[in-house]
């Protein structure tokens, strides 16, 4: 109560997406319900399910089921074991998508009013409400949504002035969440940490922050190495590589498909179809985004203002954004094929991050149209 009399506007805002979620996901025809299997007969969601049962029952994952990495089966281990198919409704993922989800909503409110004031900061999670598809790739389960977390997580950090060792923890659990969900996408994740440390002066050893992340990132990856051990006799081993039918190798990269999928994935995976493949549901990124054109703008007009730790800051996230992206826009899944299959949630954890620049470029690009006021005294 205290803090909704305090942050009414965030209450507000949280209560809405919240109730906005669960709309999507009682009404999601892919939701198991009615005796229907749904989104466990999925091939990824299915693992995930597989992966979350045997977590519940506090058994090691058979290397059989043992696909994609542990840490977000492990949000849903909890609820797994309670019905025949997870709670509620059999979704045991409903609770820290639902969390995930808010997650969101206020570190994107929290991040934009920092950077403007109120009404960029209602602008910036309105937008990743209403004009991104992302609560319906958040309320099905994708482990993307552990990164997105991880993401959010480290900007929640960023915000503070002065780094103590439990915020140093925080990105220690933020790294080890976004490995063991999808171990590449650590890397990107590492690079906003990084840039967080240096901007807040905590880039050393001698430092709390550091030394805390350094500890906890440690101590929460024990448990996903052992699984990995025992399922495979090495703690490093990368699940993917035994991914079925499929498997996940360099050469499933080429640079030489950025371009191609960045038209099929921003513009038209219909018109720019990958090798004759057209998709007829796929939807581009700008058809339900189309604020993403003022991403960079907004991203220039606040580097060019910025401090000097903003600037590291800016800088920073935007070159996690820009890696991740080229680096999925090189993968063979994004073009239309991809696409007409869900592949647009590789992107997910940045658009939160292209919603706060482009309502900054806006807010930056109204103030400069409107005309100056000539006082005469």
Known sequence: MTSARREPVLSALLAFAGLLFVYRWAFDNNRPHDGSLGWHAFHDQGYYVREAVALGRFDAIPPVDFVYGPSYPALAAPFARIGSLGWPSGDPFFVADLAVWLLTIATTYLVARRIGNEWTGVAAASAVILAT????????????????AALMLTLLVALARDLRWWHGSVLGIALVLAYFARYVDALWIGIAIATVLLARGSLSAKAPAALAFVVTAYLAALPFFYLHWHAFGDPFATTYRSLEGAPVTAGAFDLGDVIPHALQAFVSPFYFDQAGFRSLTAEPMLATMFFLVLTPLGFAAFVRRASSARKVLAVGFAAAATAATVFYLAYYFTGSYGLHYGAVHYFKPWWPLWAIAAVVG????????????????
């Not at 598809?133 to 997105?148: D, F, G, K, M, R």
């Open 362 to 377: 806006v807010e930056r690009g109204v103030r400069w149209l409107q005309p100056q006021r000539v006082v005469v005294g």
């Open 133 to 148: 598809p992302l609560v319906e790739l958040v309320e099905i389960p994708w482990n993307t949504t552990p990164v997105l």
